[in-house]
């Protein structure tokens, strides 16, 4: 058997895959050009403002306060601090900070509450770029949340110091990696444990009031979390989102106390949040922040408005900028609150001291336009001299103004201010479109690149069924080509010719390897044409033949086909949780009513009912499945699952402590049912590490999730108590399971053969030829059917021996289900971690999921018998059909809406990064893994079980599936081999199993491919961001990790097969003597 050229081959494979991946994302997810220009006291913006000087320690404009406070609230939702005392049952989140509202409604000259409008994504990293630099962030900033990069973009931070002003920070950490060694003093406190509701407060609190007091710092800013933690573990409908709120509000009640005079106080949150407590899209719930400004000096000379203003985060940057007198950050656009800039005295004076605010900022922003268009050129030469032309008539109408004798009318200024607000609300709208590029290039040729790929495991996976599929033509010179072309690059690059980057030189190696596969492909069949028919795709029986055999794979490629065109609606993708289990049961039931139209199905017949039962199975798993789906935010008629919602969250005892049984039930039925599965094969008996480990370990498993399980659902309250026990134990048995995992995992590799033979004392009776040592591979190819046919005869001669009195001498127990003994194993050990990372509950799922699939493989093994029964349509065992594929990857999309997740970045479940982790993580690797693990379960449980689809019909094989004439030759009681006919043809296993593995990619590849072309030909539409984009992006990863523990599935089997190429050595040699 050839086991690394097929593993090398798949790997090649998915490297071709991912480097085309890389190469559309580069082009699809790019980031705006930053510019590395600076703002500086000495710029000429306000060169043709008045005479006036500027006082000493401001620049561009007076400062108007020497000090600021700002605190932002993470996730501070606008109805968080609006106050409404009609209201008599107020929700948990609504009126808790009292505080605010009194400030307020007696003081409106001194505080006032806006609407903080974020821009999407509105997760934290974003909303703090856009809040520093006055930018707007991309889509691909999302995926940096948790993996902070530093700020090189002019921002407040840098002006503040550059400017001899001292920023003290307190609170999240996030803003360390953001601005390092950026601030005179900080105190930073770990933030990505969502469970962690008081860490980042409690730290605060014991710096804040006396920082507040004391004199060295210009600008304060803390960073409190515990309303965004609480948001995430437990939503704003909750006791503890109100016990969050109003520790807020005596914070900010205490500190209003501690302010000077000339400070200013500005409350502030990042984003909002759903009703689930998650954020990160642009649902009007997690846009809407709030924020409240406050001095002891007098800030408005005019009536608050009927209802709060809105403000866009952006304008938060050149207005504070401003107010310290400290130049504008050079990349903002934002626009500055213009109330916040009138002063003391009559209308005119109040707009004129508005308006120098306005030329200033409109001046920042037209410098910073000029400077990106030369250095991006992707914003629109038309739409940017017009607002050349406009900012230009503007400015030269607000110097003839201030240039005019006497007093102007207040009528010609307010019109002058609208003019600036419009050029900085039209430049904002240019620069929000013109971020939105894309490299066109890159897209296509990634989309080529992908689309080759796919073609070359459908020709690959046809050739290999051909038994002479050449790894030197078709992998080893194809890798030489690749290699030829990196070389080539590597010299034009370093030549100077051309540059290049890691994306370019994979690409390029990909496309120079594919061009000499197809290449080599071509010249064997020219070579041999007259024999090619029967080993390559191209060539030619009869067409009737062939237009017969295309009909087969008609109907799962069709369904495949739909999914696909599903891809390209917004509508389907968003409804995909629906459509996915829609088109599994369609498949499966078109596979049964396809073998009833062909006679297959035999009225009474033991196998029709096998069938049907098989089916009903699938059906129910699929409506049970159902009942644990997420809903996603652009469906507000849909409710997500109650059964998503961890223990904890249940306030009746009774459920809870019926739902924690329910849990347990469905661990202890996998355990259980993967135990009796391996005992009824008999690959329990064998006392090496693996059987071992699944009699203790998986038991000691069990209890180590059952024991973690009942602590996480204990009550928050309760909880508190045994405060030091918690922790510990919170930390000691994730942290057992995964060593058991891994223990077990490690085991099944060292000795994956889970086989046992006894002998007795008297010495097996031969009944066939002796057995010689082989001196060659060749010669051990041949012996080991023949040593397993005269262990069957031994066995049978002894078992008749048995019933007149005597014990049989030998007897192997597990060899024919080997392979899929140790894949089983593999499986339940995934299905374990994977189970700790998720809540208690879904639990269920997995059980389902499992139930699910073995139904998908019996179904499968029962078609390829019946199938097999017809003397005119033999079915090839060695050949996994389309038809098995498409319904495993289909039930690894169900699943994927079945635990709980959806293509979106709100929906990823950020609190298994904690799970064994409760004081947090050092790196950033750690907890991408385990989300990642969390977020694809499916696609690694399915992935990591499809040999199986090719090992269960050999395992499954029984007597009747022959035809009637073999089974009249054969004796009644001969037993098959199962897996070892096989090893009858190593050949052929390992060109099936490469088949299989370019089948799967295929498959998953043609999926892949759907959404490239959706995002593609939807990249202006309305939801490309919010649909298309995280769809690819969330399809891409899958395919990835799909990928990659389908190498390491068939990594397994060929582990297995070396294992007992090794074990019948041993036997042989002992059968020698």
Known sequence: MQRAPVLLFLAWTCFLFFSAIGLFTSGFLLMRVELANHSSCSDAVTASLRGTRVPLGSCWLPSRFSKAVLIIIDALKFEFAQYDPSRQEPRPYENKLKFLHQLASQQPQNARLYRFRADPPTTTMQRIKGLTTGSLPTFIDAGSNFASYAIQEDNLIWQLAQNGKRVVFMGDDTWDGLFPQAFFRSYFFPSFNVKDLHTVDDGILQHLYQTVDGSEWDLLIAHFLGVDHCGHKHGPDHPEMAKKLSQMDEMLRLLVDHLANDTLLLVAGDHGMTGTGDHGGDTEEEVNAALFVYSKATLFWSPPPQEPQTVSQVNFVPTLALLLGIPVPYSNIGEVMDDLFAIEGDATSSVLAQLEAYSINARQVDRFLRSYALAAQDISSQKLQQLQDLFAATSEEHERVLAQVGSPGLPQLEQLRSQFRRYLQEARAICAESWARFHPVRMVAGCALLTSSCLLCYVASRMAAGLNFSYRHLLWYPLLWGAVGAAILGLTHLSGWTTTDLVLLSSWVAAASQLGFFWHCWARRARSSNTASARLPFGGSSLKSRLRAGLVPAFPLGILALRCGAMLSDSFVMAEAQVAPFLLVSLVLVLVLRLHWRGRLL????????????????????????????????????????????????????????????????????????????????????????????????????????????????????????????????????????????????????????VTVRDSRDPPRATGPPIVSPSSQAELLYVIPQLYRQMQESLRSRLDEAKAGSGPTVAAYGLGSVYSAALLISMALLGFLLMTLHSERLSLVFLLLFMEAFALLWMHACAVALSSSSSSSQADPFTVPWYALVAWALAAAQFFYATGHQPVFPAIHWNSAFVGFHQGHNTTLLPALLVGANTFASHILFAAGCPLLLLWPFLCEMSSSKGRKQKAEVPAREEQMMEMRLREAPERFSAALLQLGLKYLLVLGVQLLACVLAAIILRRHLMVWKVFAPKFLFEAVGFMVSSIFLLLGIGLVMRVDCAVSTWFKQVILVQSR
């Open 603 to 754: 009225e009474g017949s033991l196998s029709s009912w096998q069938l049907l039962g098989l089916l009903a199975l699938i059906l129910a798993c699929v409506r049970l499945s159902g009942f644990f789906q997420q809903c996603r935010e652009e469906t507000p008629s849909c409710r997500s699952s109650s059964l998503l919602a961890p223990l904890a969250s249940l306030k009746d005892p009774q459920t809870k402590n019926l739902s924690y049984i329910l849990c347990l039930v469905s661990l202890g039925t996998l355990a259980g049912g993967v135990r009796c599965w391996l005992r009824h094969y008999g690959n329990l008996n064998h006392p090496n590490g693996p059987v071992l480990f699944v009699r203790w370990g998986f038991p000691l498993l069990a209890l180590c999730i059952g024991g973690y399980w009942a602590i996480t659902s204990g009550a928050e309250e309760a909880l508190l108590k045994l405060r030091a026990w918690v922790q510990l134990a919170l930390v000691a048995f994730p942290q057992g399971i995964f060593t058991l995992v891994a223990a077990g995992l490690f085991l099944l590799l060292w000795d994956p053969v889970t």
